[in-house]
């Protein structure tokens, strides 16, 4: 490499070896800013205001049930390689108690607990 630059340089001269080097300085730059911006564009168009993700449980490597808010309601989500599926939706006053603990415990396993017994029990 120091070689080939040296043999570059003693042919061309200096003056286009360096702006070489500088112009693929800039191209990286730029493509880096891009990214940056494109990143900050991105996650300001997907936030929303009417749809949150409260909660989300990986059973498998495709498979994870989720927990989410659309405005006042709350609903138990199903996704795998098929799609998304609805589940049951959540009552208002088991979340109260959701959201007054610490969502990293143990809450949403006993919603989900309660959900899967309840259907079970209607199935009967």
């Known amino acids: 490499m120091i070689r080939f630059s040296a043999v570059v340089a003693s042919r061309t001269g200096i003056v286009p070896v360096v702006t070489y080097v500088l112009a693929v300085i800039a191209v990286i730059a730029l493509a880096y800013l891009t990214t940056i911006a494109v990143a900050k564009l991105y996650s300001k168009s997907s936030q929303s205001t009417n749809i949150k993700v409260v909660e989300r449980v990986n059973l498998a490597t495709d498979k994870s049930l989720w927990l989410v808010s659309l405005g006042e309601k709350y609903y138990f989500l199903y996704t795998d ?18 959201e007054q603990t610490d969502l ?9 607990k309660s ?9 009967k």
């Open 104 to 112: 990293k415990t143990q809450p949403f396993m006993k919603i989900l």
């Open 115 to 123: 959900k899967i017994k309840r259907s079970s029990d209607e199935q």
């Open 81 to 98: 390689r098929n799609g998304l599926t609805k589940l049951d939706e959540v009552d208002a006053s088991m979340l109260t108690f959701l």
